[in-house]
């Protein structure tokens, strides 16, 4: 495996050190996808400019959160499970939401479920969702530009899994208490 530098503020290439003292200053620590993302200036760029549009979509925090949550368990991202499984805590998304999302079970609510169902869909069929299953979120009551968002919620989770996977980032410490493994989760 190729050794990816866990960069600090200090050690990170010129045009990354203004992203990462952002997300420093944001949120009191440099977490280490952010320090691995830092080798490439565009690409921690890219992650923080994108992380912040997605949170400016129509969703909830607790929707946006199944929407990345689910793209994490799809894609075996052990960091990014964890983190966002902290994340969620923090922004109060109930905890049988956390712990259906966590196992790639169903949730209670109907709306939600609809949304972790179409998420998935857009995930493992590769954008190439049948009609049938698009209209099926429409009449969930979600609208048309919410499926652009969870289209973007998934580029933004194809870039930090995929990351993760080929960098092999270590999961930071604060995100540990909710470390995940594909292995002890059920299938969707």
């Known amino acids: ?3 990816f530098t866990i960069h600090t503020q200090e050690t990170a290439p010129e045009g990354s050190k203004k992203t990462l003292d952002a997300v420093v200053q944001a949120y009191g620590f440099l977490p280490n996808l952010m320090a691995t993302f830092a080798e490439s200036p565009a690409a921690v760029e890219a992650y923080a400019a994108l992380s912040g549009i997605f949170d400016k979509s129509d969703f909830t925090a607790a929707e946006r959160q199944i929407v990345l949550m689910t793209n994490n368990r799809l894609n075996n991202c052990t960091y990014c499970m964890a983190a966002h499984t902290t994340i969620s805590k923090m922004q109060k998304v109930p905890a049988d939401v956390i712990d259906a999302l966590r196992a790639g079970t169903a949730l209670a609510d109907p709306k939600l479920e609809a949304l972790r169902l179409f998420t998935a869909k857009v995930v493992e069929q590769r954008g190439f969702v049948d009609p049938a299953d698009v209209e099926a979120f429409l009449a969930a009551g979600y609208s048309k530009a919410n499926i652009l968002e969870v289209i973007l919620g998934t580029g ?5 899994n995929y990351t993760n996977h080929i960098a092999g980032t270590p999961v930071d410490g604060v995100f ?6 594909a292995d002890k989760t059920a299938a969707a």
């Open 1 to 3: 495996m190729t050794d």
């Open 156 to 160: 933004l989770k194809v870039l930090s």
């Open 176 to 181: 540990q208490a909710n470390a995940w493994s």
